[in-house]
C-alpha cells in the first residue's frame, strides 16, 4: 500500500510503479494497491526453486525405504491335471450320486439333440425360431418323472433342447430328494444380467427359475416363505435346519451342486435377487460347474499364516 497526492488533473491514468492508478479527487490523499514490481516477482519465482532443489537434495540423502519382498505368485492348476482325492459322501447326499466324468450333454447338433430327446421318451414339440435359441422346443409332459408346472398362468416351457437333456439328468436326483413337481417361471427370456451387459443364460434358454416344489404325499414348499438362510456348513448342508421344508429345499440345492450336472444353483442364500427363486444354470460346451459353493453360498477358505 503506498499513498499518493494529486493536485491537479482529476480523472487521469498515471504509471506508478509498474501499475496504473485512477486519480479519483484533484486534491485527496488515497491508498493504493498496485502489484509488485516485475523485480520482485522474479525474486519470488526463484526463492520457490530454491525450495524445491533444498528439498530434492534433502530426500537423496535419506537412507532408501525398505520394501517387503514380493511374494511368490500361487499358479492354479486346473482341475484335470492334478489327481484328485476320494471324497467321503456328506450326509445329506445318496450314496448313489456321483459326479459325471463328461458333460451332460457336449457338443451336439440340433438334429441330434432332437433324436435323443425322443428316443429318452420326452414330450415335446418344436418351437418357432427365436432369439439367442439354438433349437427351441416346449416340454407338454414330464421329464423322466418330474413335473414342469408354471408358477402363474399357463407359460409353456420353453427352452433349449440342450437344458431339456439337463433336465432328464437331474430328474433322479430331485425326485430322490422328495421332489417330483418344480413349479418355474420361466426358462427362456432374452434379458442382460442385472446390473452388467452380459446376457444372462435365459437368452439362451440354458436356465430355470424355481420358486416351489412339490412332492408326494401333499407336500409343498415355497422358497420365499420356507428356506431357512444363512445355515448349514461344508459336508453338511442341513445343519442347523429343523422344519422339513427348509431341510429338504436345502438339501435339493446341494444335491444339485454336488452333482455336476450343472454350472451354478443361485439360492436365496446367495443374494438379495434370489431371495424367493432358485436359478439352475445348464452347463456349456467347455464349461465346468462353479466349485466351492454349498446353498449357493461361497465357501470362504482361511488363508494360512506365514
Known amino acids: 500500500m503506498r499513498s499518493v497526492l494529486y493536485p491537479r488533473r482529476p480523472l487521469v491514468a498515471r504509471r506508478l510503479g509498474g501499475s496504473y492508478t485512477v486519480v479519483i479527487s484533484p486534491i485527496r490523499r488515497r491508498s493504493v494497491q498496485t502489484r509488485p514490481p516485475v523485480r520482485r516477482r522474479a525474486v519470488y519465482r526463484l526463492a520457490a526453486k530454491m525450495r524445491r532443489e533444498r528439498r530434492a537434495l534433502l530426500a537423496s540423502r535419506l537412507p532408501p525405504i525398505w520394501l517387503p519382498p514380493p511374494r511368490r505368485k500361487v499358479v492354479h492348476h486346473s482341475d484335470h491335471r492334478l ?21 451332460p450333454t457336449g457338443a451336439i447338433s440340433s438334429k441330434v439333440c432332437l433324436a ?35 408358477m402363474w398362468g399357463r407359460r409353456p416351457a420353453l427352452m433349449d433342447c440342450r437344458f431339456a437333456l439337463i433336465l432328464h439328468r437331474i430328474a433322479p436326483i430331485v425326485r430322490r430328494v422328495g421332489v417330483d413337481e418344480l413349479r418355474y417361471s420361466g426358462f427362456y427370456s432374452y434379458r442382460y444380467v442385472s446390473g452388467s451387459g452380459r446376457l444372462s443364460r435365459h437368452a439362451s434358454g440354458m436356465a430355470a427359475d424355481i420358486f416351489a416344489v412339490r412332492g408326494p404325499g401333499g407336500f409343498r414348499a415355497n422358497v420365499l416363505k420356507d428356506w431357512v438362510k444363512a445355515k448349514g456348513r461344508p459336508g453338511d448342508c442341513v445343519a442347523g435346519v429343523t422344519s422339513r421344508k427348509g431341510r429338504v429345499l436345502r438339501r435339493l440345492a446341494c444335491a444339485l451342486e454336488y452333482s455336476g450336472l450343472l454350472f451354478q444353483v443361485i439360492t436365496p442364500d446367495s443374494n438379495y435377487a434370489h431371495r424367493n427363486h432358485y436359478h439352475l444354470s445348464g452347463l456349456r460346451v467347455g464349461e465346468r460347474p462353479l466349485r466351492n459353493r454349498y446353498a449357493g453360498r461361497r465357501v470362504r477358505r482361511r488363508r494360512p499364516r506365514r
Do not use: Y
Open 116 to 150: 435323443r430327446l425322443r428316443r429318452l421318451g420326452v414330450s415335446f414339440r418344436r418351437a418357432r425360431p427365436r432369439r439367442g435359441l439354438v433349437t427351441p422346443v416346449v416340454i407338454t409332459g414330464r421329464v423322466n418323472g418330474l413335473k414342469l408346472t408354471p
Open 83 to 103: 489327481p484328485r482325492r476320494p471324497r467321503p459322501t456328506p450326509a445329506w447326499e445318496p450314496a448313489e450320486d456321483r459326479r459325471p466324468t463328461t458333460p
